[in-house]
């Protein structure tokens, strides 16, 4: 996959949480972040916010979800001694669980394969030719 065709899958992805129902509309970045934002402020209106903590499993996942917040304009944070692939945000738990969370996994899937694909062929190409996982074998007791 190149760049490009990533791009454009993501802002396929973005159209599919914002809403759009048109492929006109799916070019139009700002009006899905605009529905987003109204989504959201819908849900501020209805709900008080809580606190939730996320733990991601990678340096990249976590990079994603802090820019999916920031650009929502949720303030993510974690308190001292928490580890540092944890994550807090205060906001509405119905915008967290139905559409922020939902839009991270179906990004963060995207772009671990893709960054999967290019490791592999960055192994394959340099290190070695030979990329299988390891084989599995029987346990020799005693």
Not at 2 to 10: G, I, W
Not at 41 to 48: G, K, T
Not at 79 to 103: D, G, H, I, N, S
């Amino acid at each position: 996959m190149t760049e490009s065709e990533l791009q454009a899958k993501l802002r396929k992805i973005e159209a599919l949480f914002s809403g759009a129902t048109f492929e006109g509309e799916r070019a139009a970045a700002g009006e899905a972040l605009k529905r987003m934002m109204e989504r959201l402020e819908a849900c501020r209106l209805e709900e008080p916010p809580i606190e939730m903590r996320f733990s991601l499993s990678s340096s990249f996942s976590k990079r994603l979800f802090l820019a999916l917040l920031r650009r929502y304009e949720l303030e993510p944070y974690r308190y001292k001694r928490q580890k540092r692939t944890t994550v807090m945000v205060r906001a509405p738990e119905r915008f967290l669980r139905e559409t922020l969370w939902p839009e991270y996994l179906e990004l963060n899937q995207v772009l671990t394969d893709h960054l999967l694909q290019i490791t592999e062929k960055i192994i394959r190409e340099n290190i070695c030719a030979d990329t299988r996982e390891a084989s599995e074998v029987r346990q020799i007791s005693g």
